[in-house]
């Protein structure tokens, strides 16, 4: 009994032995075994294993191109749709109270009033010389009608003493006398002409006087020229105004403008009229049109300059604050991809890799068009196509791949 205990003991120990430090050899003698049984469907199953041992196991998602537009994106700055700096046309000082700045104004509201000072009997002298040259009208039009009656009547008797003169009748003396008061005659119609031309002449320069006290008279009352915020305080009361001083500025920011310059690659894709979009360094998102693309290139920059126009009812837009512009373009078909499947080409081209027939991976270099939260946008792939996702940094094109497909939301 004790003989048979001890050579089941070694039995065992041979037993573990082979299992743990000679388990390749049994395998293999095992493989053999079962290869000479069956040495047809190990011949036919010897290469697909082979293969399968060396593809290599990737994680890829199959895309479908989308339609997206192509915007143009700029980075620029609101512009107040209208600045002017409103001055004084005259010299006068200032009789009004002043208005401060942010206040709200109306197109004509008074902004500056000046002292009136003689401008106003200036007017009365100017208008009151017009009135006296148009009172010599009727005395220069009657001198005028009498030159035209003498003028007729010397020719009565220039007519007169030639007949007579051909007859026999008169002197010769009388028909030289009767052509000098003819011409004498004339003489005085073009004198009367001359007058009448004079007094009209007067009455043109005085109603000009006239016109020129008016617009005297108005410049002594400066006015808002379009609805909008006064951006700085009018003039104090009692100030000096001379011709080009400041009244005050006035800016209009209903609407406003926003204002960025496109790089002259891009600037065929931009249309007057499209649609705008942009937001604002507050957060704010504003929309618009494009209202300008300027025809000339900035020649330090060789960029095109844009403007978007946008509505600001609630003036909720200031001036000259930083804004993300996109320019709505041509749409194109598109992929959206996780960033990480981006990867890079012996020659060092941007683009992805993706499971062709046969499952070998296959290289397409791509366009990047938009870069979002929820990834990048790329252009340059078939209508259709598996992107590989996990994996695309250990295989090269030509490589066999063994794909595990996930759903294109995860």
């Given amino acids: 009994m004790r003989l048979i205990s001890i050579v089941n003991a070694l039995l065992v120990v041979v037993a573990l032995f082979l299992l743990v430090f000679e388990r390749d050899t049994l395998f293999a003698i095992a493989g053999r075994a079962e290869a000479e049984a ?70 004509g509201d008074l902004l500056c009033e000046l002292d009136p000072g003689t401008r106003p009997a200036s007017l009365a002298e100017a208008m009151a010389g017009k009135l006296e040259a148009e009172s010599r009208i009727p005395e220069a039009e009657a001198r005028l009608e009498e030159a035209h009656a003498l003028v007729a009547e010397a020719q009565i008797n220039l007519t007169a003493a030639q007949k007579l003169s051909e007859t026999g009748f008169g002197s010769e003396t009388r028909r030289i ?93 931009v249309i007057v009229g499209s649609e705008a979009s942009a ?36 003036l909720a837009i200031r001036d000259g604050q930083t804004a993300d512009i996109r320019i709505s373009a041509e749409g ?4 959206l991809l996780p960033q990480s499947a981006l990867t890079l080409n012996k020659e060092g081209q941007v683009g992805v890799r993706s499971v062709g027939q046969g499952d070998v991976a296959d290289f397409f270099p791509v366009e990047l068009l938009r870069d979002t939260s929820e990834g990048v946008w790329v252009g340059g792939l078939p209508e259709t196509v598996d992107i590989i996702v996990v994996g695309q940094e250990f295989v090269t094109s030509g490589v066999s791949v063994k794909p595990t497909y996930r759903d294109a939301a995860k």
Wanted: aromatic residues 2%; hydrophobic residues 40%.
């Fill in 332 to 335: 194109a078909k598109a992929h």
């Fill in 38 to 107: 069956s040495p047809s469907s190990a011949d036919e199953s010897e290469g697909s294993a082979s293969e399968n041992r060396n593809a290599i196991g990737v994680v890829a998602v199959r895309s479908v191109a989308r339609e997206i537009d192509s915007a143009v994106l700029l980075r620029g700055q609101t512009k107040a749709n209208r600045q002017v700096e409103v001055l004084a046309e005259t010299t006068s000082t200032v009789i009004s109270e002043p208005k401060r700045k942010g206040t709200f104004v109306e197109s």
């Fill in 279 to 314: 937001q604002l360094v507050t957060g704010l998102q504003v929309a618009g049109r494009v209202t300008f693309l300027s025809r000339s290139a900035d020649e330090t920059t060789r960029t095109f300059e844009v403007e978007i126009t946008v509505p600001n009812p609630e």
């Fill in 177 to 269: 006398s009767s052509q000098a008061a003819m011409r004498s005659a004339e003489a005085g119609v073009k004198t009367a002409e001359a007058g009448l031309e004079a007094t009209r002449a007067g009455i043109e320069a005085a109603t000009a006087e006239v016109a020129a006290a008016e617009r005297e008279i108005d410049r002594q009352t400066i006015e808002a020229p379009f609805k909008g915020l006064l951006e700085s305080d009018t003039a104090e009361l009692g100030s000096l105004m001379q011709p080009g001083s400041l009244c005050a500025t006035v800016i209009q920011l209903d609407p406003i403008k926003l204002v960025g310059f496109v790089p002259e690659a891009e600037v065929n894709r």
